[in-house]
Structure formats: C-alpha cells, structure tokens
C-alpha cells in the first residue's frame, strides 16, 4: 500500500517535505495505525504518538487524506491511495507528525475544566437524577485529541484567543451538570468577542470528531444561555 | 559527564489512576511535587478501563466491604495479603463518594444514587449469589476516572511533566532511593530529579506478550527501573488473561457485558460456563472463566472456520440497554470485529490483560525488600502504587473491578505515606556521585551500538515467546526452554540498535530505552512461572497441581487488620 507522509526533522532538515513509501501490509493489518507501525519497522526515523489503538486516548490525531482522524480507528480499506499522512493543521510541528499541543491544553484549562461545588462535601454521593445525568452524554466522552479544534477555520486564526471546539464542548459539559454551581461564572468568562463568538457554526468540528460528539450543538447552548440571561 | 538536576519534596512517575490521585494528594498538601509522564496524562492507559469500581455502597442491594474483602481473598486464591485487602475493601467507598465529589459522571438510579452492576466473582454473603457492586460510567468508567482526576489536578496546580520518560531510579550507598535520571522528549535532554520520596505509579507490561489488550505505552517501566536497581519482583508469574479480547484485535470487551446478562456460546451454541462454574456461571471469576475458554478450544469446541474463539452473545439485552450501558462496546465491535453486537455475537478469546505482580509494597504503599533476614524491609523514600505494585491485593487472579479501586486506595495511601516520611525527614541527602552512571552508559550504548539488530526484530521475538511459552496453560517443558530464550532475547536486546539519532521526539530511542524494560518483565515472568511448581489462580501447570500443597516465596500476610482470616478452602463458583 502506497502512502505520503510528512516528514521534518528540525534537528537535520532545513524544511519540511512529503516521503513516499510503498509498504507490504500483513493479513491483520487493519487500521491506519497498523500500517504505521510497519513503515516504522522499516523506517525507525518516523515519529508519531499512539498508545491504546482503540480511539480512547486521543495520541494518534493526524491529517488523513485532508480529514483528521485518529490512525488507530482508519480502516485502511477506507482509504483511497496514496494515503496523505499530515500533521493536524495549525499547530505547530515538533517532528514529522507530533504537533506542540501547548496552546490546545491551554485553552482547555481556561475553561476551568473542573466540577465548581462550594457545598459543604455530602457523606455518600451528591443526588443526581438518570436525566440529569443524561445531560452529560455526548459531552464528558471528549478525548482531547484536538480533531475538532485544528479542523476549525476560527480556531487557526486565532488560537490564543478563541477556547475552539473542544474546550467550548467542556465547558457546557460543566455548565450542563447539575452538581456544578458556576454557571454565571463559566458564562462570563466565554462572554468575549472572541472566547465563544468566533464560532460561526462552520461545523466542521462535527465532521472531524473520531468520537460522534458535536461540538457545534454545545457551543449553541452556550450561546442560548448567553442570551436568556441579557433578555 | 554532569547531568542538569531539579529538586522537589516528591517526583510521582506516571499519571494514570494511581499517579493521579496521589498527585492531588501530594499538591493538595502544599508540596513541591514533579508528575513525570510519557504521555499526556488522559492518554495513560486508565483511560481504557471500562466496566467499574469496585466498592461495597450497597446501593442495588445490601453489601458490605466484608463480603467485598472474602471475594477478593478468594479471587487470589489466598495469595493476596488480607491486611491489603482488608484495607482496599474498606477505604473503597470513600474513595468512590470522593471521586463523585470531584465530577465524576457516574451512571444514576431512580433515587439519584451511584448505579453499580455485577462484575465476575463478586457476591454477596460470603459466595451465595451475585451482587451489584461495580460503579460505573457506561462501559467508560476508566476513561471518565482519568479525566475527572486529571481535571482535579488541573484546579490543585500540579505541575506536571508532560511527555517526560523516566530512565533509571536513583539509589545511594544505603539502598535510600533519591529520584529519577529522565528524558525530555521533545528536546532529548537527560535530566536527574532528585526527590525525597519517589512514587512509582508506571502501570502494566502487557506489552511482553504477543496479544494483550494493553496499551503500547505498557511496558513496565517502573518494573524495569526497579529491577535494574536491585529490587527484586514479586508474583511476576500471575498474568490475567481477560476472557474476552476481540479475536485477532486483543482490544478489550468488558466483563460488564457478561455482568449486564450478556453470556459465552461455544460453536454448538451451548452455555458452557454452566459446566464449569455452576453457581455463578459466566460471572465466575477471570482465571477460571479463560479456563475454560481454552478448554473449549482445545477440545474442538471454538467457533469459527478455524475453531480458534467464543462467541459472546448479548443481542437478548435489546439496542436500549446495548446504547445505555455498553455503548462503547458496540463501537468497538463496527470497528475491531466487523459485527454489530445488536445483532451478532462478538468473537472473543481469552488476552492477556492484567499484571498481578509488580513491586513489592505493602498496604501504605512502601517497597518492602529482603533483607538481612527481615522478609519486608522497608526501602526509605520509595513508594509504588497501582499496577505496577504489588500490595498484594490481587494475590493469583484479580477480580474485575478491583484495579481501579486498587489505583485509587493505593495511590491515596501511598501519598499520605510519603506525606508523612517528608514530615519525618526533613532533611535533604546528597546524590552519590556516579548518580547518572546506569542511565549514561545506557544512553551511550544506543547512540555507539554498531551492527545490532533492530529493536523490532528482538521485541517481536520476545512476545511470540511469552505467548507460546507462558500462556494460558503451562507445561514443565516449554516453561524450561521458554527460560532459555528469554535469557538470550534478553542479552540481545542489549545490543539492539536504532538509525534514528535525532534529539527531538528520537520515538525509535524511546522503544528501544522501553524494550530494556520489557526484557525485565519478560524475564522475571518466564523464570518465576518456571520456578512455580503448582497451579494457583491464573498460573496453571496441568502437570503439577496438587491441592493443598502450595509454594510462598514472600510470607502471605493471612492475618488482616480488624477481621478474622478468611481460611483457605477448594474454590469453585
């Protein structure tokens, strides 16, 4: 199977560059990842991040002909040939495809990712109903790969000032539990020209998530509360 | 050669369940803490547990740690310390409420209580009947675990070290651990971070086998760093094979799809743990359950054109409770075995999943040594907590559920021990000289190392080894030969060399610092299953077991710490 890669080594190449390889694929190769790996075997200077191979820790985000995604839930027979392999847009690039995810975390934690509860600390649990705790769905299962965030036109603009798709899916994940007591305080500090409001609804954030969440439906509940509040 | 150097009052290594929850407990405390990780710590490998929690809150039906503590006891096959486990049973619901306290997105009842569902081997009164004792978030309870302890370290100000391998452990003269020699990966800088109280929370090795359900990150480092220390390991023949791996993936099926009614199929359709395991069938606890899957095959019994898996049906538990609790599963399933679990069954064989073994360390979470006749000598300023440590907790077999109870008492614990030793010890001791050495010339011997095989080429000989030499069933004569290999791949991988030279993100430097690690493991499993000569929990020597005559190396603590001791006795489910 034929595949491009970007390779750059900033230790010995002056610039970036694409490298063709054509690897033989074992019967149980599946995934991308599994393909990686073999032209790793060949090639040990190829430099990716992977760990669980099953789409739950969010190492192996890269640019998968134009779509990010995660290698290791790519099936290989999916992809049209020779597969593209890039590093996730509009972060910068450490070495071949291992992004510096500095800025990502950052805007995550601006978003206070914490339960906010100054209540005296209960004895057993704190109560939640199964509907309330159905509010959570499809929002604490973000894995922080960065698919959403580097896909988003709004997020490469201006990285250091809009928190971008996954960190706006975090902070409603917090806003939307009932056990937290920050709501006015979450919602201040998205209430900014540029925190929340350089979302335009692209909604390719959707597209790119590996985990089916939606990024663009939280950021309008958001937006909603925002607005029920000023009326 | 001198190495830049950091101090800190305390260097966690790994920040997984265990690294995490002492984390919080050491920041909280108003410490200067260093957390090391290889990776970002929501990518370590917690973050793929998916059934439960282990913890008797008695919110489906009555339960009590008692009962929690016998199962556990039982589960090892009296090979676990009942001091350990007596107290992991207790401390196990608080740490749950804690955890709740932080965020956690548990699943709820009616009442707004913590939901819980059956787990393997766990029962209520002794053995009678099973009990609903395993709290969870769907089938992603790990992955909900890590960031909600992540998240709490976020508001603590943790200072972490991220994507930071630690190397090598740092001793002086008088066995005093001292800290870590570590690698920052980005830039390839050494470093040494000197500590007063060092805690190992590195997490499993399953990465020795051929086929596991363990992360690549799973390479026992701190089992590694331990050992080339000196300090021996302990129980490093108890490997779990989990019953249900995805049949040619190894991805992990939870044990929660057996405890939400889901059960195993041979390929005459028959439920056949009801022959193995008549009281508590398909919930019977995991050695005996992969057991018995092998036997199966064995004898002719798998399904599939080669006979070679089981089948795992829950298409009965309808889309509704499929969607709800096991979204994760059908997921997996689309994805790893090209079937919908709505309506077929998944293919399943028994994979290597779990370390029961590690460090040795008691209850507090300190590592105890031989010496000078005193069986657990305490090794000052030297903690080790979760997988990676053996308390013992989980003896022969682990229960499902009990590791990620056991991350979070042992990393609390461990913490609050260390707490206490830095209170006690104020003082700062002097690194010895050569400090540096081990992890220098291991370093040197990479970049120098002329005409060795490729890291590959050794680790993939390694694990088809472990996997036909110290599998589910083991043999006297394939466990000798096994140990001759083991020791020659071992001496090969010290000559292993890599093409990649670069400083930055050298990942071919780091798999090849990661196989020194492995070949530890690999060793010290194949040697200690050799030297077993009985079957006890998940280590099974067709050949040689005699009931009742049973070998300790390290003096079982039978004696808990309130309770009375739960005597040994046959076990069967």
């Known amino acids: 199977m034929r595949f491009r890669i970007f390779r750059y080594d900033p230790d010995k190449d002056e610039k970036p560059a694409m490298r063709g390889y054509d690897v033989r694929l074992d019967p149980h190769d599946r995934m991308l990842l599994d393909a990686l790996i073999r032209i790793k075997e060949q090639d040990d200077s190829l430099s990716l991040r992977r760990s669980c191979r099953e789409g739950v820790c969010g190492s192996d985000a890269m640019n998968i002909n134009g779509k990010n995604g995660l290698a290791c839930i790519t099936k290989l027979a999916d992809l049209k040939e020779p597969v593209e392999l890039r590093p996730l847009p509009g972060l910068p690039v450490i070495r071949d495809l291992i992004v510096d995810m500095s800025q990502f975390f950052k805007q995550y934690h601006s978003i206070k990712p914490y339960l906010i509860n100054d209540d005296p600390v209960p004895e057993k649990e704190r109560l939640q109903s199964p509907r309330e705790r159905e509010e959570l769905d499809g929002l604490y299962e973000c894995i922080l790969c960065a698919c959403c965030s580097t896909a988003c036109p709004s997020y490469w603009w201006n990285p250091d000032k809009f928190v971008g798709p996954a960190g706006l899916l975090q902070a409603y994940r917090f806003i939307a539990d009932s056990r937290d007591q920050a709501t006015a305080e979450r919602l201040d500090n998205l209430e900014d020209p540029y925190r929340l409001f350089r979302c335009h609804s692209i909604m390719n954030c959707v597209d790119a998530c590996p985990k089916h969440l939606n990024p663009t439906r939280a950021i309008g509940k958001i937006k909603e509360l925002l607005v029920k509040r000023t009326v | 050669m001198a190495l830049a150097k950091r101090s800190f009052d305390a260097v966690v290594v790994g920040a997984g369940g265990a690294g995490l929850r002492a984390a919080l407990q050491l920041s909280e405390s108003g410490l200067s803490v260093a957390v090391l990780s290889k990776v970002f710590p929501t990518r370590s490998h917690t973050v793929a547990a998916q059934g439960g929690i282990g913890a008797a809150l008695g919110n489906m039906d009555e339960d009590s740690w008692l009962w929690h503590m016998y199962d556990t006891v039982k589960g090892s096959d009296w090979l676990g310390d009942q001091d350990a486990i007596e107290f992991m049973c207790r401390e196990a619901p608080k740490l749950v409420y804690e955890l709740e306290h932080f965020g956690m997105p548990f699943d709820r009842n009616e009442n ?109 480092d701190g089992l590694g760093m331990a ?37 195993l199929l041979n390929k005459n359709g028959e439920r056949f743990m009801e022959r193995y395991a008549p009281n508590l069938k398909d919930l019977a606890s995991r050695d005996i359950v992969s057991r018995a899957m092998a036997t199966e095959i064995k004898e002719g019994r798998g399904a599939g054109p080669h006979g070679d898996y089981l089948l795992l049906k829950l298409d009965h538990l309808g889309p509704e409770v499929i969607d709800k609790r096991l979204p994760g599963i059908r997921e997996i399933s689309k994805k790893f075995a090209n079937i919908d679990p709505v309506k077929d069954p998944i293919p399943v064989v028994p994979t290597v999943h779990y370390m029961m073994g590690g460090i040795p360390a008691n209850y507090l979470g300190e ?46 614990a461990a913490a609050e021990s ?128 005699k009931d009742g005559d049973r070998l300790e190396y390290k003096p079982v603590h039978m004696k808990p710490l309130t309770a009375r001791t739960i005597e040994p006795k046959v076990r069967t489910y």
């Open chain 2, 112 to 220: 707004g209580t913590v939901y819980q569902r059956p787990f393997g081997g766990h029962s209520q009164n002794f053995g009678e009947r099973p009990v609903q004792r395993s709290c969870c978030a769907a089938d992603r309870t790990g992955h909900a675990m890590l960031h909600t302890l992540y998240q709490r370290n976020v508001r603590a100000h943790t200072q972490f070290f991220v994507e930071w391998m630690a190397l090598d452990l740092v001793r002086d003269s008088s066995g005093q651990v001292l800290g870590v020699t570590a690698l920052e990966m980005e830039t390839g800088e050494v470093m040494i971070l000197n500590a007063r109280a060092t805690l190992f929370a590195t997490g499993g090795a399953g990465r020795i086998f051929w086929s596991t359900t363990n992360a690549f990150i799973c390479t026992g």
């Open chain 2, 227 to 263: 050992a080339r220390a000196g300090i021996p390991l302990e129980d490093m023949e108890f490997w779990q094979f989990h019953p249900t791996g995805v049949a040619g993936a190894g991805v992990l099926i939870t044990e929660g799809v057996r405890g939400e009614g889901g059960y």
């Open chain 2, 367 to 412: 590592v105890v040594v031989p010496q000078g006749g005193n069986p657990e000598a305490v090794v000052p300023g030297f903690y080790a907590a979760g997988e990676c440590a053996c308390a013992s907790v989980h003896g022969a077999n682990r229960l499902g559920t009990n590791s990620l109870t056991d991350l979070l008492v042992f990393g609390k």
């Open chain 2, 418 to 545: 260390m707490i206490k030793f830095l209170k006690e010890n104020p003082g700062r001791k002097d690194l010895p000289k050569d400090a540096a050495e081990r992890t220098l010339s291991r370093l040197a011997r990479l970049d120098n190392q002329k005409n060795g095989e490729s890291v590959a080429e050794v680790a993939t000989e390694m694990r088809r080894t472990m996997q036909s030499h110290c599998g589910v069933f083991r043999f006297p004569d394939t466990l000798a030969e096994g140990v001759k290999k083991i020791r020659g791949i071992a001496d090969r991988a010290s000559r292993t060399q890599i093409k990649d030279k670069s400083r930055v993100f050298n990942t071919a430097r780091l798999e090849a610092l990661e196989l020194d690690n492995l070949v530890e493991v690999a060793r010290a499993s194949m040697v200690s299953a050799e030297a077993r000569k009985e079957s006890r929990g998940a280590h099974d020597r067709s050949d040689q077991y």
